[in-house]
């Protein structure tokens, strides 16, 4: 899940993400069979495959797993048939919300997605109201003694990132998409290894939440998003103001 670019202000949303590591693993499966019937199993020349791999790397996904989403998806292993849908909506607190999925049932997404929003306090949105609100980039994430800035400017500039920044012994490094394959490239030859590693949506203005109600209501609505089979990531323009997300953390 993603809310906004302060990493360490949703620690607790990334603790309850590591218990789902089984959902986690199936939604990357899920990209790398897309990428795979797309483009080839030839990473070399397919850089979508190139790019699930490297998320998948970063997840600590085992190869077995990611060799047997290749076979799947050139047919090795049966016919696999996904269609990419992007539903948009608003939260609690007018947070804005998307929700990427990759399903075989179209109906069946849209239902459960519809679902979720109206029993979580959200209401679905028409196609470009939310998305308008983000733009696609480059994320890693790098946690520990490798997250310091000096450290990190002279590795990772040339390669493309845009904006680094570091707080807590936590890096949130953020470039273009086209960028994503060059910055993996730095840190894996420096044997530096990312937290997380993809290509996603980031918020262009976030919703500043002061109240722990609504905070506490935006959570379980993106929690209700993300279990769902078909949903890949769950992403919105919140920001929980840190006294807030101290106390849930202690929840």
């Not at 060059?182 to 997380?196: D, F, H, P």
Request: glycine letters at 8%; aromatic letters at 4%.
């Amino acid at each position: 899940m993603s809310g906004h670019s302060k990493w360490a202000n949703i620690k607790h949303q990334k603790a309850a993400a590591d218990k789902k590591k089984g959902k986690i693993f199936s939604a990357l499966a899920k990209e790398i069979m897309v990428a795979a019937k797309n483009g080839g199993a030839d990473p070399n020349s397919n850089a979508k495959l190139r790019a699930a791999m490297t998320a998948a790397r970063a997840a600590n996904m085992p190869n077995t797993n990611v060799e047997r989403a290749i076979k799947k998806g050139i047919g090795e292993l049966g016919d696999v048939v996904f269609k990419e849908l992007m539903y948009e909506g608003y939260g609690p607190g007018g947070v804005a919300v998307l929700v990427d999925c990759l399903t075989d049932n179209t109906n069946r997404s849209s239902s459960e997605v519809r679902y979720a929003f109206d029993r979580n306090g959200g209401n679905m949105a028409g196609s470009g109201a939310v998305s308008r609100l983000f733009e696609r980039q480059s994320h890693f994430v790098i946690v520990g003694e490798n997250a310091d800035e000096d450290k990190l400017m002279d590795l990772v500039l040339d390669a493309g990132v845009e904006d680094l920044e570091v707080e807590d012994n936590v890096a949130e490094l953020w470039g273009p998409t086209d960028a994503f394959e060059s910055i993996a490239k730095v840190l894996e030859e420096a044997g530096i290894s990312s937290e997380e590693a993809g290509v996603i949506r980031r918020p262009l203005t976030t919703v500043n939440i002061t109240d722990a109600d609504t905070a506490r209501q935006i959570m379980r609505l993106v929690d209700k998003l993300e279990e769902l089979d078909d949903v890949q990531s769950v992403t919105a323009n919140y920001e929980i103001d840190d006294s807030i997300a101290d106390a849930l953390d202690e929840e």
